[in-house]
């Protein structure tokens, strides 16, 4: 019954490799977003998207996409990976709007890119 | 533009001691207020929150938190910790009536508690 969950747990791969990282939430919320969390700890909000609008991070390198098939998920993908994308990732989400709808997160996906 | 500042970056503590971890945040206009807490390998989970109202919050686990705007901080406190509040703890703020995808987060406070 888990809320936000997120897979893989643990990702190793090595540089110039695509690779996607899924995220599904149970809580009926409309708003989902991923957040880079670096080796220092600091959290990066990276894209929110619900089903009217994709808002990204303009830091972003465009090597990173999220997709989503519908509300309960949104996936990311990253091509042509490097060393510096190595990182813990977290999916979120919330419903959309004021902050009395706090953001509910996933456990995180370690990445770490070789 | 926001940005939140958390004064320490680690906070030891001894079991059953208070704690106060600092936070101060910067904003031309009002904001909501966030404390989140990681523990190790976790995601992050909601501890306490302020929107309007009483200047004083109280959250999960025991924890409170006190909203000053005059000194633009929002430091959180325990009268007496256990071993189980190890982590990580976040200080975040939003625009008022922004959305969430607009959650400014501080670097981080590591609390270790010792026995």
């Known amino acids: 019954d888990t809320a936000v969950s997120q897979t893989p747990k643990y990702l190793v791969t090595q540089m110039g490799n695509d690779k996607s990282i899924k995220c599904e939430q149970n809580?009926?919320?409309?708003?989902m977003y991923w957040y880079k969390q670096d080796s220092k700890k600091f959290l990066k909000i990276m894209f929110s998207y619900n089903n009217k609008e994709l808002i990204i991070n303009e830091t972003v390198p465009n090597r990173f996409s999220p997709k989503s098939p519908d509300k309960a998920h949104l996936n990311l993908h990253i091509n042509s990976l490097e060393l510096g994308d190595s990182a813990v990732y977290f999916c979120?989400?919330?419903?959309?709007?004021?902050?009395?709808?706090?953001?509910?997160f996933g456990n995180g996906t370690r990445l770490t890119v070789t | 533009a926001q940005s939140v500042t958390q004064l320490d970056s680690q906070v030891p503590v001894f079991e059953e001691a208070p704690v106060e971890l600092r936070c101060n945040y910067s904003?031309?206009?009002?904001?909501?207020l966030f404390w989140y807490v990681q523990y190790p390998n976790q995601g992050l989970q909601l501890l306490l929150k302020?929107?309007?109202?009483?200047?004083l919050v109280k959250g999960i686990n025991g924890f409170e938190a006190e909203f000053n705007k005059s000194q633009t901080s929002f430091h959180l406190r325990k009268p007496s910790v256990h071993i189980s509040d190890t982590a990580e703890y976040f200080c975040a703020v939003m625009l008022y009536g922004g959305s969430q995808g607009n959650l400014i987060f501080g670097k981080g406070t590591k609390l270790s508690v010792k026995p």
């Open positions: 809580l009926g919320h409309d708003t």
């Open positions: 979120a989400s919330s419903h959309q709007g004021a902050g009395n709808s706090p953001l509910h």
């Open positions: 302020y929107l309007s109202g009483s200047t």
């Open positions: 904003s031309s206009v009002s904001v909501y």
